[in-house]
């Protein structure tokens, strides 16, 4: 099994930062991409940005000039560093890995979510 585990959600106020953490566990051969994703109450899963095993990213045009994804492949991490944060960046922030596991399956895991919250 593989294991996400979100951390650095909080409350900010608008203009401010967070660094939101995502670390992978478990039985893990390889990791093919990680990401972020964002959901809002009666709102569908929102892509933020993903991060290839070569480094490649992507990130969401809503979120571009502000948000920046890196991963440290040796501590299998992910994170998600927020700039000039605004209210409507406030949503639950899901990781999702695509894995390769020991026993060579591959899957797609989700963490179990952090909150953030922009609000003065």
């Known amino acids: 099994q593989v294991q996400l585990v979100e951390s650095g959600g909080g409350l900010v106020q608008p203009g401010g930062s967070l660094r939101l953490s995502c670390a992978a566990s478990?039985?893990?051969?390889?990791?093919?991409?990680m990401a972020w994703y964002r959901q809002t109450s009666g709102k569908q899963r929102e892509l933020v940005a993903t991060?290839?095993?070569?480094?490649?990213?992507d990130i969401a045009d809503s979120v571009k000039d502000r948000f920046t994804i890196s991963r440290d492949k040796a501590k299998n991490t992910v994170y998600l560093q927020m700039n000039s944060l605004k209210a409507e960046d406030t949503a639950v922030y899901y990781c999702?890995?695509?894995?390769?596991?020991?026993?060579?399956?591959?899957?797609?895991?989700w963490g179990q979510g952090t909150q953030v919250t922009v609000s003065s």
């Open positions: 991060i290839t095993s070569g480094g490649g990213t």
């Open positions: 478990g039985r893990i051969s390889f990791i093919y991409r």
């Open positions: 999702n890995a695509d894995v390769r596991d020991t026993l060579y399956v591959r899957n797609d895991y």
